[in-house]
């Protein structure tokens, strides 16, 4: 389905329907937008004093807005949750995503991995993009005002109170985010407003987020990014899985790309760990390590000739240089210390052993994983309401009718490449359009 234009369509005939947006994010402004370009008089509401705080910061503010991948890619980057988009992803997908953006005056670029972010590199278009939208629909927007519980009656959503106040609607969408970049408006206050429509919370645990490590060199290297370096994750000594691509160093551990996407295998054991009662994720005490595997394109015979032909050709050149050919200066001194070998002990003194363990540290570099970093760093949450209790198709709660849910407050969270804002604007849109055709009990 193509989406909607961004104007408004009154039919004077039928008594205007009444929808009220709870969160105007990513998700928010697009089901507000839709809903009133579909006929009804939607009222939104952040507890921001400015829209899509979260967005502006998005891609390092250049907004990754989407993917070029196909659907099956897309659903297989949403894991488990998965299944449960394909129904959304039929109703409004990257395609359209695009075409509505080009409507509203963005033009995007793709990149590297099937990125897409807008030609002029900044999310603050995007962000205006959608709130223009909703404005020219005639979206009413109720800005620094907090939703604090949900009006339900026999089983029908009526409205919600703000400050103890009632505003009457015909149907609520709750699009208030996970619990992450808390800063941003996101604290997990729509967990609260679905518990009291009875939805189950799937337990919300920090994804996509850099770990903390024991060793104290890591803090000499902040700044190192390496690239096509290869991590495998281990849990008591048991391979986890391994992701290929870039990681940087950090003062307080490690991060990047390959850090996040590793992160995200360890939700079932953080959520196990929460909800027996072990809650402070920064300090764990699970056995986690990690490897890193600088030469991952070289299998150990030919990284093993490889050493010997540098320490045979080099016979006179001291170690510190001859690892200058295979390592970034910064990483030299680590691998000095960590081997206890002497810079100035040259090619022809290095002995097998030696030479062993230069090889174990350039493919198995180990790290000791303390922790994660803070709610206040998670790209994502993993968990949220139960898709189980939701119409894949309309984003309405089975339990209450007149009460749809859109984003990262379903328990649905992607791979980074731009899958989180693109589920985000399809759930949105889906909610919104569903939210305004649902004929008026
Ligand atoms: C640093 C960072 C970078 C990211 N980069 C990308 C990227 O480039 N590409 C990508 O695909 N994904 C990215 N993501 C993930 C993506 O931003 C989120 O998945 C997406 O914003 C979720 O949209 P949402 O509308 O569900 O929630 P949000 O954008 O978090 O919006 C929720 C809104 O609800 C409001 N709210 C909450 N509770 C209430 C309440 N009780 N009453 C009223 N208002 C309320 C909040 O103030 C907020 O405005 C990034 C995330 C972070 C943190």
């Not at 005490?285 to 991952?296: D, F, H, R, Y």
């Not at 210390?337 to 570099?365: N, P, W, Y």
């Not at 731009?418 to 889906?430: E, K, R």
Request: charged residues 20%.
């Amino acid at each position: 389905m193509i989406a909607s234009p961004p104007q408004s369509r009154y039919n004077l005939d039928m008594p205007q329907k009444i929808i009220i947006v709870v969160g105007l994010g990513a998700s928010g402004l697009m089901a507000a937008g839709t809903a009133a370009a579909a006929g009804a008089h939607v009222i939104g509401i952040d507890g921001q004093t400015y829209t899509g705080r979260k967005l502006l910061i998005t891609g390092s503010g250049r907004c990754n807005v989407t993917n070029s991948a196909s659907r099956e890619d897309f659903i297989k980057a949403f894991g488990a949750g998965g299944k449960f988009l394909y129904g959304v992803f039929n109703q409004f997908f990257s395609p359209d995503l695009l075409k509505l953006l080009k409507t509203l005056g963005v033009d995007t670029v793709e990149e590297r991995g099937g990125r897409l972010y807008p030609a002029s590199q900044k999310s603050k278009d995007v962000r205006d993009a959608l709130l223009n939208m909703c404005t020219a629909a005639g979206v009413e927007l109720r800005l620094g005002q907090k939703v604090e519980q949900l009006v339900i009656e026999g089983g029908v959503c009526k409205g919600v109170l703000v400050a103890g106040k009632l505003t009457e609607a015909d149907a609520v969408i709750v699009a208030t985010g996970g619990k992450s970049y808390p800063l941003t408006g996101s604290v997990g206050s729509g967990y609260e407003l679905a518990r009291h429509a009875k939805h189950v919370i799937v337990t919300p645990v920090p994804s996509l987020v850099p770990f903390e490590v024991s060793e104290s060199w890591v803090k000499e290297l902040s700044g190192l990014a390496l690239k096509n370096v290869e991590l495998s994750l281990f849990h008591n000594g048991k391979q986890l899985a391994v992701a290929f691509g870039e990681l940087l160093f950090t003062h307080f551990g490690v991060s990047g790309p390959i850090v996040l996407e590793l992160s995200q295998c360890l939700v079932p054991i953080l959520r196990q760990m929460w909800d027996s009662g072990h809650r402070d994720f920064q300090h764990w005490n699970l056995g986690m390590t990690a490897e890193l595997n600088l030469k991952p394109a070289l299998s150990a015979t030919q990284i093993r000739d490889r050493l010997q032909r540098e320490f045979d050709q080099n016979g006179k050149k001291n170690l510190g240089n001859i690892l200058k050919t295979l390592l970034p200066s910064s990483l030299i001194p680590v691998f000095l210390k960590l081997s206890g070998m002497a810079e100035d002990k040259v090619g022809h003194q290095i002995s097998a052993a030696e030479r062993t363990q230069l090889q174990t540290l350039l493919t198995a570099l180990p790290l000791t994983l303390t922790g994660l970093r803070p709610w206040e760093e998670a790209v994502v949450t993993a968990g949220g309401i139960k898709l189980k209790e939701v119409d894949p198709k309309t984003l309405e709660s089975k339990l209450v009718s007149g009460l749809y849910f859109a984003g990262e407050v379903l328990d649905i969270q992607g791979d980074t490449g731009g899958y989180n804002l693109q589920a985000a604007f399809s759930t949105g849109y889906v909610a919104g359009h569903s939210a305004a055709s649902q004929t008026i009990t």
